[in-house]
């Protein structure tokens, strides 16, 4: 995969700082990166801390750092993601209970769906079921790139909304807004998130 023109493209162009190559690169890579991150959880961690829980925050850190990125060769995008993966778990691991305790006093759940199958559905990505794992896991993948790639405000209150399954209430307590605020921002963020979904969709060399 790594010696195909297009990834090589791709490869040149994050280098140069593009986020669309980032992110589109962070797509390809999913499937690989997660079952690192589901191998290397530590075994009493497993069930609280979830491997996309982890994978959000390292796209997150890359989309953000993609400056530092060096292209030294055809996996260097790889080894730089596993890098940065791997310094990501020693810091959850590190501190997962300290961050579980403020997580649960900053919201409180909703009756909602939450979870990347709540926020397909209002996205409109119809390819997640669960009676096909593969589309699923694709379509989590496509969510999760996009997701990197938004402004700290769209992407945090999506999280809040969909990912938690939080209320509008205690959104907009912990983002210091009126709820109908939270609401309008939650609307522009959707309309941020599918832009860019349909900006990195059908990539795939």
Do not use: N
């Amino acid at each position: 995969m790594s010696g195909d023109p297009t990834i090589r493209t791709w490869l040149a162009q994050a280098a140069a700082g593009d986020p669309l190559a980032v992110q589109k690169l962070i797509l390809i890579h999913h499937s690989r990166l997660r079952a690192i991150a589901a191998q290397r959880i530590a075994p009493g961690l497993r069930g609280k801390l979830e491997p996309e829980d982890v994978l959000q925050q390292v796209y997150v850190d890359v989309v953000r750092r993609i400056g530092e990125f060096e292209y030294r060769g055809p996996d260097s995008f790889l080894h730089w993601l596993k890098g940065i993966l791997e310094a990501k778990l020693i810091d959850l691991h590190r501190h997962h209970h300290a961050a579980a305790r403020d997580m649960r006093r900053e919201v409180a759940p909703g009756d909602k769906p939450s979870g990347y199958e709540a926020l397909a559905a209002h996205a409109a990505i119809d390819s997640m079921t669960p009676s096909r794992v593969v589309a699923r896991e694709e379509a989590e993948s496509l969510l999760m790139a996009a997701l990197a790639g938004l402004s700290e405000d769209h992407r945090r209150v999506l999280e809040l909304r969909y990912l938690k399954g939080c209320r509008l209430t205690d959104i907009a307590a912990t983002m210091g807004r009126s709820p109908p605020a939270v609401q309008m921002l939650c609307g522009r963020a959707m309309r941020e998130l599918r832009a860019a979904i349909q900006q990195i969709s059908g990539i795939r060399p």
